[in-house]
């Protein structure tokens, strides 16, 4: 198993472009989320899915779109970029385990985004 | 609100001594799991190792072992025979539903 991709592993965009980070699993995980890491901050929740077709905000979505149209891909879609979202952005998932609580998460490598 | 509070910002140990990493959290769940996440400087997020609230006994996992105390919602990590390779970025975590809640981290050193 591959477990957790994202792509890409860096890039630079400039305030107002659009990009989409891309993120995929292949271990059948229904929760899948996106946080993004700023220096001296834990990892903080963007957006979040509980399967495919439903999706809902975690801490920080302001800027962010995400969809789910299958199990395995979860993209996030920044639709104009601003200086305040460069970050690192982690893409995660887990199984849904009894009463909707997750087991452990598995992440993905990163994406790293600046933008000037 | 939920939060989980990681009071030491940077420690430093020597190798093959032990050390042991603070976490305090707040919520008013009964159910849920509590995590310890290693980054090292390759920016990765590994799992060291995990505890489920419902459980009394604390997780070990070879060199790692938690002290969990429910009541006091308090969560530390030790490391023993601490390694140059366990220099990194160790991160509190905890959930219950549908987000997962970090600390700020703490920075650890291993020294020769």
């Known amino acids: 198993n591959a477990g957790v991709t994202q792509t890409p592993k860096f890039q630079v965009l400039k305030t107002g472009q659009s990009m989409t980070l891309q993120c995929a699993q292949d271990m059948n995980h229904e929760y899948m989320s996106w946080y993004r890491q700023d220096p001296g901050m834990g990892l903080r929740l963007i957006h979040y899915?509980?399967?495919?077709?439903?999706?809902d905000q975690g801490e920080v979505p302001n800027g962010y779109n995400v969809s789910r149209s299958t199990t395995e891909d979860f993209p996030l879609r920044l639709l104009s970029a601003a200086p305040s979202q460069t970050s690192v952005y982690f893409c995660?998932?887990?199984?849904?385990?009894?009463?909707?609580?997750?087991?452990?998460?598995?992440f993905g490598p990163g994406t790293r985004l600046l933008v000037l | 609100a939920q939060t989980v509070t990681q009071s030491q910002p940077e420690m430093s140990v020597q190798e093959a001594e032990t050390v042991t990493l603070s976490c305090t959290y707040d919520?008013?769940?009964?159910?849920?799991?509590l995590f310890w996440y290693k980054q090292p400087p390759s920016r990765q997020m590994i799992l060291v190792i995990r505890q489920e609230a419902y459980k009394q006994q604390n997780a070990t996992e070879n060199r790692f072992s938690v002290n969990f105390q429910k009541a006091a919602k308090s969560f530390s990590l030790k490391i023993s025979d601490s390694q140059l390779g366990d220099t990194a970025m160790y991160f509190c975590?905890?959930?219950?539903?549908?987000?997962?809640?970090f600390g700020k981290g703490t920075s650890l050193l291993v020294t020769p």
């Open positions: 899915s509980v399967g495919a077709g439903i999706t």
């Open positions: 919520t008013s769940e009964n159910n849920y799991y």
């Open positions: 995660a998932s887990s199984v849904l385990a009894s009463g909707g609580i997750q087991e452990t998460q598995y």
């Open positions: 975590a905890f959930h219950s539903g549908y987000a997962l809640n």
